[in-house]
């Protein structure tokens, strides 16, 4: 039995110091998804290399970067408001043909297909930071060597390892949405989508296939290793490091990091996300940056949106942690 399939009572002794029970098993994954995981790990890495040899002394083209930042926005959200917001938590419910939208550009961001990664992370919320989590930083404790190895672990470690996450048992609801099941299959072909699409593009707009090599490079693969790294530091810094302004569960150290706001859409104010992971806007309070709260605002203007859940002024206040004169800082609504 693995340790996703062990009952919630098994747990209930961890200290939130010690090293998770299973940690001290090193179970790697076979070697087809281990090979698999660390390309895509490693090859963006030498296309950034190539790209900057390519780019040394004239510069990245205006066309690569615009691209780029295109389908950064484009996959990126399809993660955040898409995976993450509507199938993970129902923070909304959307149109059919938006929730395929959704799904598809998501699929595009390289992070696995929608029915994985929704029960992975559904499993993530069911044990946040104990024993149970798939990749929270505290799974070798809180010493330095194990904070440390934990980041690892958190960061892109836990999917080298063998620990299956049953979606019959996380993501019963999308397995039995036959539109959703069509997308997570469609997933190697989305992957070679995401790949091609920037290179034609490149192609199409400069006329040269160098173009289209440099559009492949930069709005390809380069765009892929940012978007999949910023997602990944939420996983491990946002458990680490920042502020934790709203109550969580017992153990759960999730955090508000400031400077990944942008680059990851708002999913870096986890901490407001942990206290109320149902909520449509991660950035409860004034002035924090949520693009994604933005955009399904926007659908919810133009009627693709129905049945959002926006912060509830009374709710937050009573699950600010600290002075009760702060408790006024936070919005009444999305």
Same mark, same amino acid.
């Given at each position: 039995?693995?340790?996703?399939? =062990? ?19 090193? @179970? ?32 990245? @083209? ?11 926005? $484009? ?35 390289? =992070? ?32 330095? #060597? ?14 080298? +390892?063998?620990? &299956? ?7 019963? /609801? ?8 069509? $997308?997570? %299959? ?5 992957? +070679? ?31 892929? +290793?940012?978007? =999949? ?23 759960? %150290? ?25 909520? +449509? #806007? ?7 940056? /949520? ?25 937050? %206040? #009573?699950? %600010?942690?600290?002075?009760?004169? =702060? &408790?006024? #800082? @936070?919005?009444?609504?999305?």
């Amino acid at each position: 039995m693995s340790i996703s399939e =062990q009952p919630v009572k098994d747990r209930q002794d961890y200290d939130g110091a010690s090293p998770f029970p299973e940690a001290k098993e090193h @179970a790697a994954a076979g070697r087809a998804q281990v090979g698999l995981t660390a390309t895509i790990v490693v090859l963006p890495f030498i296309a950034l290399g190539v790209a900057i040899f390519l780019a040394w002394g004239q510069g990245v @083209a205006l066309t690569d970067l615009l691209l780029a930042a295109a389908f950064y926005v $484009v996959t990126g959200l399809g993660v955040t408001v898409g995976f993450h917001r509507l199938f993970t938590h129902a923070s909304f419910t959307a149109r059919p043909w938006l929730r395929v939208v959704l799904a598809v550009a998501g699929s595009m961001g390289f =992070q696995g297909n929608l029915i994985d990664w929704v029960a992975v992370h559904r499993r993530h919320h069911a044990f946040t930071d104990r024993p149970g989590d798939p990749h929270s930083p505290y799974r070798y404790g809180t010493s330095l #060597r194990g904070q440390l190895r934990g980041l690892a672990h958190a960061h892109l470690g836990w999917m080298f +390892a063998d620990d &299956q996450t049953p979606a019959e048992r996380y993501a019963p /609801d999308l397995l039995a949405d036959p539109a959703m099941v069509r $997308v997570a %299959r469609a997933f190697p072909a989305l992957c +070679a989508v995401s790949l091609t699409l920037p290179f034609l593009a490149g192609w199409a707009i400069t006329g040269t296939l160098y173009g289209g090599l440099t559009a492949f490079l930069w709005a390809g693969l380069i765009r892929i +290793a940012l978007l =999949q790294h910023v997602t990944w530091s939420v996983n491990s810094l946002c458990h680490v490091i920042g502020s934790r302004p709203f109550k969580t569960r017992r153990h759960d %150290r999730s955090s508000n990091v400031w400077p990944l706001a942008l680059l990851s859409f708002g999913e870096s104010w986890h901490n407001g996300h942990h206290s109320e992971p149902s909520c +449509a #806007r991660h950035g409860l309070e004034r002035g924090q940056i /949520d693009p994604s709260a933005g955009v399904i605002r926007l659908f919810e203007l133009l009627g693709w949106a129905s049945d959002v859940h926006w912060p509830d002024r009374d709710r937050l %206040r #009573r699950r %600010r942690v600290g002075n009760p004169r =702060q &408790q006024a #800082r @936070a919005p009444a609504g999305g």
